[in-house]
């Protein structure tokens, strides 16, 4: 309006011609900084990361970014790093296979998070899924798993699968206000790094989890590093284990994540009416119960100890994989004893596991404060 009314009176002026002149300037330059602003920006944020952005985008939610070395592509999210093709499946494929292969069946299948679509790719290789609902918050990281060259190549374009239904919302409102039964709940959330995100990790989300699984259900988490922040680890597995499920810690190494966690979870009566045969002796020699001190009697300890052993019974040939098969399955489910303070050699036996680990509330977030304790400078 004040430029307006400058104009309209511009003959009054005495300099008019200076004025013309310092208004043309002003514009050029804006229109300058327009131009050069987002190669400028992109300079500034390149240098945060070592290899070439092709794609960033701040979301209502969260900064994407995606960058290539030769071939490899990486997807960060507020600047944390999601996945690498260089060695992705050794975070998806332990993520989504030893729970679909668990499950007492897989026709109705849930992810929350996950909204690149990988672990999306994963399900979709069993046949028998009938319907997978992805609950992602982000509508523009799941347009953008739907619709990029890049994504689309790496998560063989399940996003737009017919057996695909994608939700834009909060995955604590979904499992709160939806009436349907999984077979398989796959948690791919990022990790436990702001108090934004740790209703989604807390005990009241993991019961209306649990609510959710169909009787011999199974759910599956990311569970951050055992190594680089082992207490928001043992945090997470406590809080699984207060919400009534029988969780189990299974480990791997991601050679661009370090070393990294996951936490599968079933209903007790998922594993308490099988007979439970001590000193059992599999076809290959592994002894899946070396135990002898473990209390017979304790209802806790007998389906942990069935959990796993069904575990291991897995063969994991019935899927096409690039990395896990059942000796890495057979890793994953244990751990050395650096990892866990106060276990001894009875690597499932949980008596004094979690010695001073609290469980996480929506009241008392603590996993934020275990996370931020880690030692992720080290890597």
């Known amino acids: 309006m004040a430029s307006w009314l400058m104009w309209r009176f511009i003959s009054l002026t005495v300099h008019r011609k200076r004025l013309v002149g310092a208004f043309i300037i002003s514009f050029l330059l804006i229109l300058a900084s327009g131009i050069v602003a987002g190669p400028m920006i992109l300079y500034s944020e390149q240098k945060h990361y070592k290899d070439t952005i092709i794609y960033s985008s701040q979301t209502r939610y969260q900064k994407i970014v995606m960058t290539q070395w030769k071939n490899y592509y990486w997807l960060y999210i507020n600047g944390q790093e999601q996945f690498s093709t260089y060695d992705e499946e050794r975070y998806h494929e332990p993520l989504v296979h030893p729970a679909m292969q668990l499950a007492g069946a897989r026709e109705q299948i849930l992810i929350l998070g996950g909204g690149d679509g990988l672990a999306a790719r994963e399900v979709l290789k069993y046949p028998d899924v009938s319907d997978l609902t992805l609950v992602d918050l982000d509508p523009a990281m799941t347009d953008l798993a739907t619709h990029h060259p890049v994504l689309k190549e790496i998560n063989h374009h399940s996003m737009s699968h017919d057996k695909i239904t994608i939700k834009n919302m909060d995955g604590a409102i979904f499992i709160r206000n939806t009436d349907r039964l999984f077979d398989v709940i796959i948690i791919d959330l990022p990790d436990p790094d702001s108090m934004d995100i740790m209703h989604l990790y807390s005990l009241s989300f993991y019961r209306e989890v649990e609510k959710h699984l169909t009787r011999q259900g199974v759910m599956v988490t990311q569970a951050t590093s055992p190594y680089f922040s082992k207490k928001a680890f043992l945090c997470i597995y406590k809080t699984i284990q207060a919400s009534g499920m029988v969780a189990l810690p299974l480990h791997n190494q991601v050679p661009t994540l370090g070393e990294w966690g996951w936490i599968i979870a079933v209903k007790p009566e998922n594993v308490n009416n099988f007979p439970l045969t001590f000193n059992y002796l599999d076809n290959d020699g ?21 959990l796993k052993k069904k575990l291991l019974q897995l063969s994991l040939d019935t899927v096409q994989t690039r990395f896990i098969n059942r000796d890495a399955l057979i890793s994953m489910i244990h751990f050395g004893k650096d990892i866990f303070n106060n276990i001894q050699k009875e690597e499932v036996h949980t008596e004094n596991l979690q010695t001073g680990i609290e469980i996480n509330r929506q009241d008392n977030p603590v996993l934020f404060k275990y996370y931020h304790q880690g030692q992720w400078g080290v890597y």
């Open 286 to 306: 592994l002894l899946l119960n070396k135990f002898n001190n473990i209390d017979k009697s304790n209802d806790t300890d007998n389906n942990l100890l069935l």
